[in-house]
């Protein structure tokens, strides 16, 4: 099947910025989203990006996306104490019949 | 109100029991799925439908039914829990035709110690 990986763990300070890395194995991949999940609760998108875009930005959010190499990229800018949470990378496509396939979460530690 | 509830939020139980868990959605949409979550091993798919009469095994079903018993809930059940369903539970739910994304929207999850 197809499979998301994303290493587990990230820790920076407060202000520095983040960036936390993805790859995935499926190249029919339609759409690419990070979601963060904060403690005590569900996941919620972050943000996405479409699989014919390079790069996506949204405030303090960039989104890189390298089809070539499968490779999905979150930085965040200005990193706060409130960014603290686990991000999960997942793909969507057709050949995954609509699904969402979800890497292993990446907990990023944001130290004051 | 939230858009995806779950119930219980929390349950403790013992090897051989019944479990249900609930999932709720008012947003209308015809996909709903059930997840595991457990630390190290990111979110694991148990079962999936795209609309009430439709329902597909997840990677992980083994164990596990589940009923669709209308498109606004969706429930897991666990007919005999076994300590290694020890985990996090969530529901959510998908709309491919509500937004340009497929995001899926998650419940707050529940959790079921087996002991």
């Known amino acids: 099947g197809e499979d998301v990986e994303q290493s587990l763990f990230l820790s920076v300070r407060e202000g520095d910025s983040s960036v936390i890395n993805c790859t995935y194995t499926?190249?029919?991949?339609?759409?690419l989203y990070w979601y963060k999940q904060e403690p005590g609760a569900g996941l919620q998108l972050l943000t996405y990006?479409?699989?014919?875009?390079d790069m996506k930005q949204d405030q303090r959010l960039t989104v890189l996306l390298n089809k070539k190499d499968k490779h999905l990229s979150l930085r965040i800018a200005d990193t706060q104490t409130g960014d603290s949470a686990i991000y999960f990378c997942?793909?969507?496509?057709?050949?995954?019949?609509?699904?969402?396939?979800f890497g292993d979460g990446t907990t990023l530690t944001v130290k004051p | 109100d939230a858009d995806v509830t779950q119930t219980p939020r929390n349950r403790i139980t013992k090897t051989g029991k019944r479990i249900m868990l609930e999932c709720s959605q008012t947003?209308?949409?015809?996909?709903m799925y059930w997840y595991r979550q457990d630390p190290g091993l990111g979110l694991r798919l148990i079962y999936y439908?795209?609309?009430?009469?439709?329902?597909n095994k997840g990677e992980i079903s083994d164990g596990y039914s589940v009923s669709r018993q209308a498109q606004a809930k969706f429930s897991l059940s666990l007919e005999s829990a076994i300590p290694n369903q020890t985990a996090l539970y969530f529901c959510?739910?998908?709309?491919?035709?509500?937004?340009?994304?497929?995001?899926?929207?998650f419940g707050p999850g529940t959790r079921l110690t087996v002991l």
């Open positions: 959510a739910t998908s709309d491919p035709l509500a937004g340009a994304n497929n995001e899926q929207f």
């Open positions: 499926d190249s029919s991949s339609t759409y």
């Open positions: 990006i479409f699989s014919n875009m």
């Open positions: 997942a793909e969507t496509s057709l050949q995954n019949a609509g699904k969402s396939t």
């Open positions: 947003k209308g949409h015809d996909r």
């Open positions: 439908s795209f609309d009430v009469k439709d329902i």
